[in-house]
């Protein structure tokens, strides 16, 4: 069952990042820890706000796009609406980048900090169509929020 799986996840992303506080060692580590654990997927990683733009951060999977306009494709919609993003087929996305024409499917989850503040959008790829549903971006909130909640961002510095 999907929910037993992401509740040993959160679990082992509570213990894996119990009492570290590096934003990117945090984020490293948590895309390390989804890719290997979630089935189906090809791509996970982490895009963080400069300016206007989305920059490449920590990731799992093969090279990716470097950056992504606020507002463009899945990961700066997300960003620019701070609401989470199921896509089932990212074809029938518009405006959809397409930085590794395996992906089928996509969730992206916005990354905000405890004070308010966007960071970046936690993105995740799939070359199944339909890998990700409801059901995942609720669950995948929870592992945000763990992240979140462990991280001290240079920000708040």
């Given at each position: 069952m999907k929910n037993t799986d992401y509740r040993m996840l959160q679990r082992q992303l509570k213990s894996l990042l119990e009492g570290?506080?590096?934003w990117?060692?945090?984020?490293?580590?948590?895309?390390?820890?989804?890719?290997?654990?979630?089935?189906?997927?090809?791509?996970?990683?982490?895009?963080?706000?400069?300016?206007?733009?989305?920059?490449?951060?920590?990731?799992?999977g093969k090279t990716a796009c470097v950056r992504?306009?606020?507002?463009?494709?899945?990961?700066?919609?997300?960003a620019k609406r701070r609401e989470a993003i199921v896509v089932p087929n990212v074809h029938d996305f518009p405006g959809h980048i397409a930085c590794d024409a395996a992906s089928q499917s996509e969730v992206v989850l916005p990354l905000i900090t405890?004070?308010?503040v966007l960071e970046g959008v936690l993105d995740?790829?799939?070359?199944?169509?339909?890998r990700f549903d409801d059901d995942d971006a609720r669950e995948l909130k929870v592992i945000v929020d763990i992240l979140m909640s462990s991280c001290r961002w240079p920000s708040s510095f």
């Open positions: 570290e506080t590096h990117l060692a945090n984020l490293a580590n948590t895309s390390a820890l989804l890719f290997s654990e979630l089935e189906d997927l090809n791509w996970v990683g982490f895009y963080l706000v400069e300016g206007p733009e989305l920059v490449l951060g920590p990731f799992q992504i306009p606020l507002g463009k494709g899945v990961c700066g919609t997300a405890p004070g308010d995740m790829d799939s070359p199944l169509l339909a």
